[in-house]
């Protein structure tokens, strides 16, 4: 008995929750009212005064019913419609992808890069990578130059010209 009862209050609920007119409500309700369900959840009275309490805060019956209704009803009516368009994005986007993908293989063939040479110079910087041992990339950084060397120094003054030298 108890179980059957719980099991047709939870269907019940589901049922009212997937509702886009009832859980659209749901939330713009809570939304417009929720000073007065802070009030209800965390006040400390009770009785009369809870009631004085929750209504003196209550937004007015304009907010706090007929716009989550306007709400509600506006949303159940353009719901479909955004869906529709969504899903109309979601049907054209591989199209549109595999549109990108056959003009960028035209390029390719125009400007001639195939894959199989792409894949092959891939293949060769891997090898040679693998055949370059610790000693080999140790010799190589000696033989670079070092960082001062390549910094540009600006000449000092007394190497610069004069006017004087410059007039001879």
């Known amino acids: 008995m108890l179980k059957e009862l719980v099991e047709s209050f939870s269907s019940n609920i589901k049922e009212r929750a997937s509702s886009p007119v009832l859980g659209s409500y749901t939330v713009a309700a809570i ?52 869906k529709a368009i969504i899903s109309t ?27 199989s040479d792409i894949d092959s110079i891939i293949e060769s910087i891997y090898s040679s990578h693998e ?19 390549l910094m540009i120094k600006k000449p000092n003054k007394s190497m610069q010209p004069t006017a004087e030298a410059s007039a001879d």
């Open 89 to 115: 994005f979601n049907t054209y986007a591989p199209i549109i992808e595999l549109k990108a993908e056959s003009r960028l293989e035209d390029i390719k063939e125009r400007i001639g890069i195939n894959r």
């Open 131 to 149: 055949k370059i041992g610790y000693h080999d990339l140790k010799r190589i950084r000696e033989a670079l130059p070092n960082e001062e060397d």
């Open 31 to 82: 939304g417009c009212n929720w000073k007065s369900l802070v009030v209800l959840f965390t006040s400390e009275k009770s009785g009369v005064e809870l009631v004085n309490e929750v209504v003196s805060v209550f937004p007015g019956l304009e907010q706090g019913l007929i716009y989550p209704a306007g709400f509600a009803i506006v949303f159940s009516l353009l719901y479909p419609s955004l």
